[in-house]
């Protein structure tokens, strides 16, 4: 069963701490998403890869976050340093040739910055 | 300026009846369409997804309709169950085939009454 997996599922930590969230795509897939969630703004795009290359972070503060794909298994994104306003659930999705478009989620991480 | 609207955040229906929910947005550039649903404390899920190129797609209980020159979309459940009962983002997106990019509206909580 292909299934994006994230890790942590929660996370609390300080201000100012670094927090760093991974993301396994399913494999095969080409490309991976980086999203956050808030009530406001419910589903933003932070950042997204094709074949490992960053396409677009755009959505990404820069001065703060950070994000990689160190291989084609792993995608990463980094909070540092993390601040309350990042509290939200960050979600990792992927999808690639065969996929109709579509994107397929994780579970996310919940992030709770103290 | 959210190029992606969902004007209700919620919206409750009897089961048994249809739930309609609406999608509008900005870019005439946008030419493919997708729905996800989300349960809590989980990722979003494709539900069902539409090309500019047509104004209505079906897959069981779920239709979306589209309606281009007034850059709207809507998602149609009939009949509703209560395990509908989930929010629902409808997002729109620019690309090629394998990569595209999505942005997303901010959501409607729907209720299904038993």
């Known amino acids: 069963d292909a299934r994006v997996t994230q890790t942590p599922r929660h996370k609390v930590t300080e201000m100012g701490q670094e927090v760093t969230m991974r993301c396994q795509p399913i494999l095969g897939h080409n490309t991976v998403f980086w999203y956050r969630q808030t009530m406001m703004q419910g589903l933003e795009l932070l950042a997204y890869f094709r074949n490992r290359a960053p396409l677009d972070d755009s959505g990404m503060p820069k001065d703060r976050f950070s994000a990689e794909m160190p291989d084609a298994t792993l995608a990463t994104l980094k909070i540092q340093p993390s601040e309350p306003r990042d509290s939200a659930v960050y979600f990792c999705?992927?999808?690639?040739?065969?996929?109709?478009?579509?994107?397929?989620f994780g579970p996310g991480t919940r992030l709770t910055v103290l | 300026d959210q190029q992606v609207k969902q004007n209700s955040p919620s919206l409750s229906v009897q089961e048994g009846r249809i739930s309609i929910l609406n999608c509008d947005y900005t870019?005439?550039?946008?030419?493919?369409f997708l729905w996800y649903k989300k349960y809590p404390a989980e990722g979003p899920t494709f539900l069902i997804s539409?090309?500019?190129?047509?104004d209505k797609n079906e897959d069981g209980r779920f239709t979306v309709f589209l309606n281009k020159s007034a850059k709207h979309l809507s998602l149609h459940i009939v009949p509703s169950q209560p395990g509908d009962s989930a929010v629902y983002f409808c997002a729109a997106g620019v690309g090629t085939s394998g990569t595209y990019k999505y942005i997303f509206g901010t959501g409607t909580r729907l209720k299904v009454l038993a």
């Open positions: 999705a992927s999808g690639g040739p065969g996929t109709d478009n579509e994107q397929f």
């Open positions: 870019n005439s550039m946008f030419d493919y």
């Open positions: 539409i090309s500019s190129i047509k």
